[in-house]
C-alpha cells in the first residue's frame, strides 16, 4: 500500500505570534520575582524562623519550576513557524539559562553562608527583570504579522 504525505497549512494570527512571543520572557519575570521582592526583608529584617523558611522556599521553587516548564516553552517557541517568535524566545532563554548558570559555579564557595545565596539571587533578579521588561516592551512594540505554517496530516 502505498503511502502518501499531504501537508496542511494552518493559520497563526499576529496576536498569538506575539502572546507566544512574550512567554518567556514573561516566565523570567515569575520565576525571579518573589526572590527580589523577599530577599530584602530575610536580609534587612528579622524575620520568624518559619517565615525565614516560607521565604527561602519561594526564593527557590519558582525558579526551579520554571527551569523545568521553560524546556517545554524552549521547544514549542523556538521552532515556531514566525521566525521573530523563535528569536525572541532563544533571547530570553539565553538570559535565564546564562543567569542561572552562573549561580551553580559562584555559589561553589557559599557554602551554608545563606545570605550570599540571597544576594545572589538578587542581583540574577535585577539583571533579568528590567532585561526582561525592555524585551516585552520590544515585542510590544514590533509590527506582527500573520503567519502560515505547515503540518503534515
Same mark, same amino acid.
Given at each position: 500500500?502505498?503511502?502518501?504525505?499531504?501537508?496542511?497549512s494552518?493559520f497563526?494570527?499576529?496576536?498569538?505570534?506575539r502572546?507566544?512571543?512574550?512567554?518567556?520572557?514573561? $516566565?523570567?519575570? %515569575? *520565576? @525571579?520575582?518573589?526572590?527580589?521582592?523577599?530577599? +530584602?526583608?530575610?536580609?534587612? =529584617?528579622?524575620?520568624?524562623?518559619?517565615?525565614?523558611?516560607?521565604?527561602?522556599?519561594?526564593?527557590?521553587?519558582?525558579?526551579?519550576?520554571?527551569? $523545568?516548564?521553560s %524546556? *517545554? @516553552?524552549?521547544t514549542?517557541?523556538?521552532?515556531? +513557524?514566525?521566525?521573530?517568535v =523563535?528569536?525572541y524566545?532563544?533571547?530570553?532563554?539565553?538570559?535565564?539559562?546564562?543567569?542561572?548558570?552562573?549561580?551553580?559555579?559562584?555559589?561553589?564557595?557559599?557554602?551554608?553562608q545563606?545570605?550570599l545565596?540571597?544576594?545572589?539571587g538578587?542581583?540574577v533578579?535585577?539583571?533579568?527583570?528590567?532585561?526582561?521588561l525592555?524585551?516585552?516592551?520590544?515585542?510590544?512594540?514590533?509590527?506582527?504579522?500573520?503567519?502560515?505554517?505547515?503540518?503534515?496530516?
Amino acid at each position: 500500500m502505498e503511502s502518501q504525505n499531504s501537508t496542511s497549512s494552518y493559520f497563526i494570527s499576529a496576536d498569538s505570534c506575539r502572546r507566544m512571543a512574550r512567554l518567556f520572557n514573561i $516566565g523570567n519575570i %515569575i *520565576a @525571579v520575582a518573589p526572590g527580589l521582592i523577599m530577599a +530584602p526583608w530575610i536580609l534587612l =529584617g528579622e524575620p520568624p524562623a518559619m517565615t525565614l523558611i516560607f521565604m527561602f522556599i519561594l526564593m527557590v521553587v519558582p525558579p526551579i519550576l520554571w527551569f $523545568g516548564v521553560s %524546556i *517545554a @516553552v524552549y521547544t514549542i517557541a523556538r521552532h515556531h +513557524p514566525n521566525e521573530r517568535v =523563535g528569536h525572541y524566545t532563544q533571547q530570553a532563554a539565553y538570559r535565564f539559562y546564562g543567569a542561572f548558570g552562573i549561580v551553580i559555579p559562584v555559589g561553589t564557595f557559599y557554602g551554608t553562608q545563606w545570605q550570599l545565596w540571597i544576594i545572589t539571587g538578587g542581583i540574577v533578579a535585577l539583571i533579568l527583570i528590567p532585561w526582561s521588561l525592555w524585551e516585552l516592551y520590544r515585542i510590544q512594540q514590533e509590527p506582527w504579522q500573520d503567519t502560515y505554517g505547515e503540518g503534515e496530516n
